[in-house]
């Protein structure tokens, strides 16, 4: 088993599922919109769909906080930004510009901006240790502005 927290969540991991207990604060109702949206069929392919627990729910309590569950994959760590999947992360970029974002509307106003600039604020931390974060940053400025 594999823990690691931050302020806002705590993460475990047993064998290949991850389970995340999400900040105290987490609006149910905002994650279980995002959660619906990674299992759509629409994205297939492109997000990871959250695993459901034993009881059919996409989302559970844990104590006072929300609990998640997902497939468990490569851990990545701010130490290796080299080891970070740059080409991959592009092509993700690509796929989520061609989807038809119709109907999707919700998931910019549950907290997705914060969460692409916050991952931006930490990809910018190495990206004078490695050439394609450049690529990401001029992937990112074709973005509309949320």
């Known amino acids: ?3 690691s927290g931050r302020q806002d969540g705590i993460v475990v991991r047993v064998a290949d599922v991850v389970i995340k207990a999400h ?5 149910p109702d905002e994650l279980v919109i995002r959660l619906r949206l ?3 069929d629409r994205l297939d392919g492109t997000l990871l ?3 459901r627990f ?4 996409l989302v559970n309590w844990v104590g006072e906080r929300l609990a998640t569950a997902w497939s468990a994959g490569e851990p990545l760590t701010p130490d290796d930004p080299d080891g970070a999947p740059w ?3 592009g092509q993700l970029l690509a ?8 109907g999707f509307g919700l998931l910019f106003r549950s907290g997705a901006a914060g969460r692409v600039a916050r991952a931006i604020q930490r990809m910018d931390h190495c990206a004078d240790r490695h050439p394609a ?3 990401v940053r001029t992937a990112l400025e074709t973005l509309p502005r949320w």
């Open 1 to 3: 088993m594999v823990l």
């Open 23 to 27: 900040a105290v604060d987490a609006d």
């Open 38 to 40: 990674a299992s759509s």
């Open 49 to 51: 769909r959250p695993l």
């Open 54 to 57: 034993p009881d059919g729910n």
């Open 87 to 89: 080409e991959h992360a």
């Open 95 to 102: 796929r989520l510009h061609a989807i038809d974002i119709t």
């Open 133 to 135: 974060a450049a690529l």
